[in-house]
């Protein structure tokens, strides 16, 4: 079956792929550039600190079982936080790392030599994934979706849907509109941020329409604000508060949702 475009429609299609071609140019130069300084700059405060370890510690628990011969791809991988953080689980399976920013790459790749850990990394694209139809066991993509603008996303879903082997694993990160819109009224260095390059939220309440190919779909909150500072309080009472961060609407004020889904068979 042929798809014809009217010429108004091919005219919206062209103007829609010249803009992303712009906005990809403009993350590479972002990310090429920052990647010196990109770990360092995430680190720099304790709440920050707590709030990716406590991400990857769920992304890493949502993953569920793997194995020697399972594949896992994390893209973007960065400067491969989140695959070091599983190497240091224990976890033995093949790693490959893909992002389009060299200079993220780079970094990634002699932090990975310096620990001795076995992990691939390679330039690609979200939007033309370098996989073969149904070859993946395993994908995760963090902090990503808010660098574009929300008609990309169900593109970037469907690409990830197309590697993805049938009953392989998806576990996304998307930030929450509620926090979004604090930080752009509270905080100041948030709204400088965003003149960098797009950050993008979205409603809690309207992803289950953008999983809707998706099977076993699941979501839950990371990043309570001052959970690190209970943290240091009270152990035990920040470990409450997350799992209701996980298990019920309190996940709606959290900073990032986490997704979870899988291919259908
Ligand atoms: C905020 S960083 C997140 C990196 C990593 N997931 C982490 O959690 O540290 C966003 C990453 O997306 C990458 N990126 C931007 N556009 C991309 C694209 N079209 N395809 C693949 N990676 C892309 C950037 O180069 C950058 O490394």
């Excluded at 360092?40 to 992304?59: C, G, I, K, Q």
């Excluded at 004020?253 to 899988?262: D, E, L, P, V």
Aim: charged share 25%; hydrophobic share 35%; net charge positive.
């Amino acid at each position: 079956m042929s798809i014809t475009f009217d010429s108004k429609q091919e005219e919206s299609v062209q103007t829609e792929s010249m803009e992303l071609d712009g906005l990809r140019s403009k993350l590479i130069h972002l990310y090429d550039h920052n990647a010196p300084r990109y770990d360092n700059d995430r680190s720099t405060t304790e709440s920050l600190h707590y709030y990716f370890d406590h991400a990857h510690r769920a992304v890493d628990a949502l993953i569920g079982p793997t194995n020697k011969r399972t594949l896992h791809v994390d893209m973007p991988v960065g400067t491969g936080r989140f695959l070091f953080f599983l190497r240091q689980q224990n976890r033995q399976h093949r790693m490959v790392g893909i992002d389009i920013s060299k200079g993220m790459l780079e970094v990634a790749a002699q932090s990975s030599k310096q620990n001795h850990y076995d992990i691939e990394f390679s330039q690609g694209d979200a939007f033309a994934l370098p996989f073969a139809d149904s070859s993946v066991d395993v994908l995760t993509s963090l902090r990503m979706f808010h660098l574009f603008p929300h008609c990309y996303w169900p593109g970037l879903l469907d690409e990830m849907y197309r590697v993805l082997k049938p009953g392989g694993v998806l576990v996304t990160e998307l930030r929450n509109a509620a926090r979004g819109t604090a930080c752009q009224l509270l905080v100041p260095g948030f709204r400088k941020r965003r003149k960098q390059h797009p950050h993008v939220f979205v409603n809690p309440l309207s992803i289950k329409p953008l999983f809707r190919r998706w099977e076993n779909m699941h979501m839950q909150g990371v990043g309570l604000d001052a959970l690190s500072k209970i943290h240091r309080f009270s152990p035990v009472i920040a470990k409450g508060v997350d799992t209701l961060q996980r298990t019920t609407f309190v996940r709606y004020f959290s900073k990032t949702m986490i997704i979870r889904a899988t291919k259908p068979h």
